[in-house]
């Protein structure tokens, strides 16, 4: 199966930047790029070796470039039947976003289409933020905070024109959006390419990391006593509107700043055992309700009468699960799920997955 990248990021984040480098070094591989925005920004400048008026146009380094101005679907089967015929030759394909665009609809192409779903495989959601204007811009724009919701991997670019402090308080305002993601800093595009490719994020198979971070500003003992730490942001914020810039309220001072932000995560423990019948029956229930303010959801779940720990995994309202490893002998069996969505009520979530557990 051909592995997909998902790359996103707001205007002006760097997504171009890192593009053309992935496309200009020599990794070895062919690379289809599909774009759908292609402006004064776009690859085309320094890198297409014919005109851009053409669908399918090859790059320098032997990549192709794929302009889409048409649908997703139809520049993937377009590909394929190329590739098949032997008219061009690809190892992968990166799809670049629009700025404004939410990844969502996008992940969930490889999984509505059957034909697709056979030839393609969604490898992961790479997303771009701006160290410089990434507070702001998650502030204005819910679509960047759902690009981040959606990611795999947060790069931030242009930290070095912000200090230590607002880094790390971007940083920790990422982690409370995604706990999941992992995050690193790249210079102009400088990152390990090794590292953007094969990262298997929609994988079921693939650990399931929770950054420490976001697990050590939760209380440890009980998985809906997470819900006080989500309640603060809001208060923080209900006045923030009626504030002037200098009303020394603590709200203010980004180190210590509760955003209000739509886009959030939890993470669900238990370590006693689900009944598999009920668990399945409540999380239909809920992805029919809120399937579409979740962005994603994975989890390694502790089921009764399994020796293995199932494999979980959503996007908005589509979800699979597999058997995973077997719980070792020195393991003690849990449960651990991350949900990252949009003003999910989580106390609902919580009480609902806690009366799916075996008493």
Not at 152 to 173: C, E, F, G, P, T
Not at 273 to 282: A, M, N
Not at 314 to 331: D, I, S, Y
Not at 342 to 356: D, N, S
């Amino acid at each position: 199966m051909v592995p997909v990248t998902i790359l996103t990021g707001f205007l002006g984040a760097g997504k171009t930047t890192l593009l053309k480098r992935i496309l200009s070094e020599n990794h070895g591989q062919k690379i289809a790029v599909i774009e759908n925005e292609f402006g004064p920004e776009s690859i085309d400048n320094e890198l297409l070796v014919q005109d851009s008026d053409e669908q399918i146009v090859e790059l320098s380094n032997g990549c192709v470039c794929c302009t889409i101005r048409g649908d997703l679907l139809r520049a993937l089967e377009e590909l394929r039947i190329k590739r098949d015929k032997g008219d061009i030759k690809f190892d992968r394909v990166i799809i670049e976003t629009t700025g404004m665009a939410n990844p969502g609809p996008v992940c969930q192409t490889f999984f509505m289409d059957d034909n697709i779903a056979r030839y393609y495989r969604l490898d992961a959601v790479i997303t771009v933020v701006d160290a410089k204007h990434g507070m702001e811009t998650l502030d204005k724009q819910e679509e960047a905070q759902k690009q981040v919701g959606f990611a795999d991997v947060i790069l931030v670019s242009k930290k070095d024109l912000v200090n230590d402090a607002d880094y790390q308080a971007l940083r920790s305002r990422l982690i409370q959006i995604n706990p999941r993601a992992s995050i690193t800093p790249v210079h102009f595009g400088e990152a390990d390419i090794a590292k953007l490719l094969d990262i298997s994020g929609f994988n079921l198979n693939t650990i399931l990391d929770i950054d420490p971070e976001f697990l050590a500003d939760q209380h440890p003992d009980a998985a809906h006593d997470h819900d006080h730490h989500g309640h603060d942001h809001g208060h923080h914020h209900d006045h923030e509107g009626e504030c002037s810039p200098g009303c020394g309220h603590d709200h203010h001072d980004h180190h210590h700043a509760h955003h209000n932000d739509d886009i959030g995560a939890f993470v669900f423990r238990s370590n006693k055992p689900f009944d598999p019948e009920r668990l399945e029956s409540f999380l239909g229930g809920v992805v029919q309700i809120y399937g579409e303010d979740l962005m994603r959801y994975k989890g390694i779940l502790y089921v009764k009468g399994s020796n293995r720990r199932l494999l979980f995994q959503g996007v908005h309202m589509m979800m699979g699960a597999e058997p995973g490893k077997p719980w070792l002998t020195h393991e003690k069996p849990n449960t651990k799920l991350v949900f990252i969505g949009r003003k999910l009520p989580q106390e609902i979530f919580t009480q609902g997955l806690e009366q799916c557990l075996v008493t």
